[in-house]
């Protein structure tokens, strides 16, 4: 384990290297890879692990049994997820994890933590960096249903990429999304999705080159 990386996450912040070392064991830490595609949690179980993403990606998506999909979140290199469902072992997974591409995942077994809450410095650390985590997860969910409030797809489409400009300080950026993923995402028919993206980029609103989005100043 590389403690030099960890020691740059926001789950081991305000750690020394010794505690980083304790916690991890203390947590069971271990890694896993999947290939793309892999379901790493499954919606209808227990879970008391929390992910962190070391290489790769990972989706969060809600899919029912009719077959329709909703992606809910994107977790890249260094974020995490299933912290709340770690920290709640008794409250069955709503939602699948699946790997986005080939990935690396650290699993630290946090399930007991409140159990077995001594007080210890690493601990308090640990599950104040939890919260924060758990809090910016939150301002994720409450972005996504602004970006599905409305009800065209054009209006989703220049609320998610207005998102991600002021996210990014930028009006040129790559989405982490291929385009039946971003459907998904913003809960709207991928064909449907593609008319109004070719629409958008014939009005002169932006230029496409796969997930790669350049939004151009014009008034709309």
């Not at 912040?13 to 949690?41: P, V």
């Not at 054009?154 to 989405?175: C, K, M, P, V, W």
């Amino acid at each position: 384990m590389v403690i030099d990386k960890l020691m740059g996450s926001i789950l081991f912040r305000g750690m020394r290297e010794e505690e980083i070392r304790t916690c991890l064991k203390a947590l069971n830490a271990h890694k896993k890879s999947y290939k793309k595609g892999a379901i790493l949690l499954q919606a209808g179980n227990i879970t008391n692990q929390m992910g962190m993403v070391l290489a790769g990606s990972v989706t969060i998506e809600s899919n029912d049994i009719w077959g329709n999909c909703t992606i809910l979140a994107h977790v890249g290199k260094g974020h995490f997820f299933a912290e709340t469902y770690a920290l709640l072992p008794e409250e069955v997974m709503l939602v699948d994890v699946k790997a986005n591409e080939d990935c690396e995942i650290l699993f630290l077994t946090i399930g007991q933590l409140l159990k077995t809450y001594n007080s210890s410095p690493w601990q308090e650390k640990l599950l104040k960096n939890i919260l924060l985590i758990s809090s910016h997860k939150n301002l994720g969910l409450s972005r996504r249903s602004f970006h599905t409030s409305p009800k065209s797809c054009r209006g989703r489409l220049l609320s998610y990429l207005n998102t991600i400009s002021l996210q990014t300080g930028a009006t040129e950026f790559d989405i982490p999304f291929n385009r039946q993923q971003l459907a998904d995402y913003l809960n709207v028919d991928r064909s449907a999705l593609s008319h109004e993206l070719s629409k958008m980029q014939k009005d002169g609103l932006i230029t496409i080159n796969k997930n790669h989005f350049s939004l151009n100043d014009k008034v709309m």
